[in-house]
């Protein structure tokens, strides 16, 4: 079964510190990549994904990606982070089941607390 | 911007009682899905549905759970006898597609918080 795993659970930082929020999933062939967010006492809310070409992606609100196929990681990165992008973010693949359809699998979130 | 929209933000029940989780996925999506997610714990697949049947489901989604789309625009979670463990935050989502990739992309909804006493 596919696996995401997000290693560190809490980062804190410092405003306008940059931040690196990592993942690694489990190989497998033909893999979606996706980062959500969730602010607080609020839904999931889609930030970059990967599906194909350029292996480094960019995302809303200055976030970006870079897709490693050789290291199966996946790690969003902001050079430069706000109080406004305290938030859970998690990680996410899709990949194909047995039935030939792909369903979404989630990391277990990292927790991303910036402090003034 | 279209979105998915859940209805109610939060529902409380008892222990035992029957809880319907509305949501409305974006109008030209075809596939719908439903995940929960535990306090503090990882999202969780429960089920996707397309083309008025289940498409996958997960160990999660028990007899106790059940998924309709009733009309053109509803896409409904029914827990037939709520339990304590059931209370988590739920998601519907939805999709274009399934396997092409541009339209694969899953949109979620804000979540209904499910508190079960």
């Known amino acids: 079964a596919q696996s995401v795993t997000q290693l560190d659970s809490q980062v804190p930082v410092f405003e306008e510190a940059p931040v690196e929020l990592r993942c690694n999933y489990s190989?497998?062939?033909?893999?979606?990549l996706f980062w959500y967010v969730q602010y607080p006492n609020q839904g999931l809310q889609l930030l970059l994904k990967y599906l194909s070409g350029s292996t480094l992606v960019k995302g809303i609100n200055g976030f970006e990606a870079e897709f490693n196929k050789s290291q199966t990681s996946f790690h969003l990165r902001k050079p430069s982070v706000h109080i406004s992008d305290t938030a859970e973010y998690f990680c996410?693949?899709?990949?194909?089941?047995?039935?030939?359809?792909?369903?979404?699998?989630f990391g277990s979130g990292t927790r991303l607390q910036v402090q003034p | 911007e279209p979105e998915v929209t859940q209805t109610p933000s939060h529902q409380v029940t008892q222990m035992g009682q029957e809880v319907i989780l509305r949501c409305v996925p974006i109008?030209?999506?075809?596939?719908f899905y439903w995940y929960r997610q535990i306090l503090g714990q990882k999202v969780e697949f429960l089920v996707s549905f397309y083309n008025n049947e289940i498409s996958e489901k997960s160990e999660i989604f028990d007899d106790q759970f059940s998924v309709e789309r009733p009309d053109g625009s509803n896409f409904t979670l029914k827990i037939r006898s709520t339990k304590l463990e059931d209370s988590a935050m739920y998601f519907c989502a939805s999709s274009e597609s399934l396997d092409r990739p541009a339209k694969n992309i899953q949109y979620f909804g804000a979540g209904t918080r499910l508190s079960v006493l």
């Open positions: 996410a693949v899709s990949v194909v089941m047995d039935t030939g359809r792909r369903a979404l699998t």
């Open positions: 190989s497998s062939v033909s893999v979606y």
């Open positions: 109008s030209n999506h075809l596939y």
